[in-house]
């Protein structure tokens, strides 16, 4: 009996080990990628794999992200759309309808924004002669909303920071100024998020410039955002960095998906070479040398604000998803950010992650028991007012931050080591910088070392070859610049030049 006890025994405890084998070999077995990191065995310690610094916390962002109310959005959105159109050839001297209307009381919401600010915030209008064009059948007068909050720190003051959405409407053609055009997301949704980030942050001060824009004739062709960039640009405005929000108003699509917790941010990867138009957008022969040779083109100041973007807004807006989309904009459109690409300002686009085409530029109208056009009925204010807080953390981050390093570069030489150089920040208050890395197939920076208030330092064992780098800069609060990407120095020639690389 004590035998055939025994071998009982040895028999379940085999059935057991079996059935545990199959049931692991049944789980999904994922292989350990670049893209897949945590679920990599994680070596204890590695000088290579330094998690990256965790952000300490601004005590003014999470107020100001409180502070944004869908309410104050929504009624926004239904005076603008009260205004029956605001096409930007309709009426301009009625009190009661057309862009002027619109214009007006915008200008009048932006100056109760800047009564708190204590002085710090002014409003103007931008008013200006748009020649006739292909969507303008006459000359018209334009005018930009500009809301100008100061910053305080002497030496970022100048330093700016803009974020925009466009306060005139279309219907099916742009140059019907007489249909209803209600626009309430197309973009009265955007207009009404910088308004009330503007009500908010008014009362809070920054070390940089933030300006809070609304603009009209985007539908006839970035007109508005084209003027001010360009006069922004003629008058050498250091604009860091331009935010504009453009259909931000549904989180339904005409796909039937629901997403209320993602925005879409759009931007551009190989930027214009303003210095050497020489290639259609402005892009040099040399600027597409460097990128063939070096790589970077997944590093442009652009795209490295929309990784900011989405550090600090997923930290402090963490319900939120910030979806980076490597793209200029939707496939064949445009927005208001362009005209600043254009003049080499970074900028990028929040839109809404599935739009609906039966609500934008249509006229409103029941055809076959389906509601066209673009109504406050199909926004989502709770949505919206979600999107401007990811903006307003944002903003919020980079004002009160350091300006990137300048002039960030790799030395020439070869060696399995990186040394990287940078120019020493002006502002009073840095503590130092950061080098942060990312292996070449990773989206966003993955790793960071705190270097010390200097201006080079090498990366030993790390050969740029192999990972991506860059440089920020960090105040004694712990606030963190976007980062800078090195530029090659160029290769010497002649004696002493470096020897050609193996192939």
Known sequence: ?????????????????????????????????????????????????????RLRGNTDIPKIVSEISAKNIEATIRKLVSFGTRNTLSEQNDPNRGIGAARDWLYAEFQKAAAQSGGRMT??????????????????????????????????????????????SMCSSPIDAKCDAPGANDDASGTAAVLEMARVMAKYKFDATIIFMAVPGEEQGLLGATYFAEQAKNNNMDIEAMFTNDIIGSSLGGNGVRDAKTVRVFSEGVPNDTTNATTPRGISAAVLTTLRTNGGENDSPSRQLARFIKEISEHYVPWMKVWMIYRRDRYGRGGDHEPFLERGYAAVRFTEPNENYQHQHQNVRIENGIQYGDLPQFDDFNYIANVARVNAASLAALASAPARPKNVTFPTGLS?????????????????????????????????????????????????????????????????SPVSYPKAQPRRTGTGANPPTSP
């Open 1 to 53: 009996m004590a035998s055939f006890g025994s071998r009982s025994i040895v028999l379940v405890v085999l059935l057991f080990m079996g059935c545990v084998t199959i049931s692991a070999l049944a789980q999904p077995q994922t292989n350990p990628s670049p893209q897949n990191k945590s679920l990599q065995a994680k070596p204890i310690w590695s000088p290579r794999k330094k998690p990256a610094q």
């Open 123 to 168: 409003v103007e209008k931008q008013t200006f002669e748009q020649a006739k064009a292909a969507r303008m059948p006459q000359p018209t007068m334009l005018t930009n909303i500009v809301a100008t909050l100061k910053g305080t720190q002497p030496e970022s003051t100048n330093r700016v920071y803009v974020v925009s959405g466009h306060y005139d």
């Open 416 to 480: 399995n080591d990186t040394p990287i150089k940078w120019d020493a920040n002006k502002e009073s208050d840095i503590a130092g910088y950061e080098i942060v890395w990312r292996d070449t197939t990773e989206a966003t920076w993955t790793h960071s070392r705190a270097v010390g208030n200097v201006d080079t330092y090498t990366m030993k064992g790390m050969s740029k070859d192999n990972y991506f780098f860059a440089v920020r800069a960090v105040d004694k609060e712990g606030n963190r």
